[in-house]
């Protein structure tokens, strides 16, 4: 699994307007104004290992601004999210030919399920009644993450990922409001539905056979895959679940990164010795300067 390897543009991405393309295949209903991410404008693009280098990118994800310059900096970081359709495009000086695009709203609804979700697990995870109560409904047994939140945000229609509510063993048969308890049950059991359907989306089992095994690899194994980023970030979000992982931030990079233990928690800590020796680098250059 941590040799899953996928591509991020080696260039800034840009971005192209809804009235620039023209439709191929089927392109997500949309205003007519609205942004997306062409991938025909970024032919070059760089080999890297997201499960393996950017261990918290699920937490990038979720924290990611919704403003489009947060997002071409984060698709240029780390590549496309793998919800993308067809189009026509237009580039200047250029005949228009088909490419992938993603359309940003796309990316938001996206960035909102994980980052609510994330939110809500880590109220169950306090007892937080309140902080749950304000993500999510339960009525007659129906727990609902979306239907909170629709008036406020335009872009949730855009996600096809999910059916509004689900029917839950939480409350049902009671009109009563339910307790604390029930609330925190419901909170759970929503959040890993929710994870379950992103990982049958988004991640695949595979069978590896290697023709010159190496001597220290098996030479077949069977692996979890990511199909693209989103597969990436809900696979780290179930990860940090079942395995109660831990994450900070970098000192140098700001980026969060998994860390192995509670323990020995030091002033200045690194995700990877990349920082660590950037950082060190960076603290001799202003010494000589002093
Ligand atoms: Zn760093």
Partial sequence: MQQYVMDRPAK????????????????????????????????????FRPLRDYTGLFKEFAELK?????????????GFLGCTSLANIEAPGRKPSPSQVESLAAWSAHRWLLGTTLELWQHALDENEEGVSKLMSVNNGIVSLVEHHLAANPTIPHIDLLPRSMSSPFGSGSKDAPGK??????????????????????????????????????????SLEPASLLGVVWLQFALYIAEHKNYQRCSHCNRWYEVQTKLARR?????????RSRAYRARKQQQEDE
């Avoid at 919704?66 to 780390?78: C, E, I, N």
């Avoid at 002033?267 to 920082?275: E, I, R």
Wanted: proline share 5%.
């Fill in 12 to 47: 800034t991405v840009r971005i192209v307007l809804r009235r620039d393309i023209s439709p191929v295949g089927d392109l997500p209903a949309g205003d007519p104004e609205e942004l997306f991410l062409a991938y025909g404008w970024t032919e070059e693009m760089k080999k």
């Fill in 66 to 78: 919704p403003q489009t310059s947060a997002v071409l900096r984060f698709v240029s970081d780390y």
């Fill in 181 to 222: 308890e029930a609330m925190i049950g419901a909170a759970k059991w929503l959040v890993n539905g929710t994870v379950n359907r992103a990982l049958d989306r988004f991640v695949r089992l595979r069978l590896d056979v290697q023709q010159e095994p190496t001597h220290d690899t098996e030479s077949e194994s069977i």
């Fill in 267 to 275: 002033d200045k800590t690194y995700c990877g010795v990349n920082c």
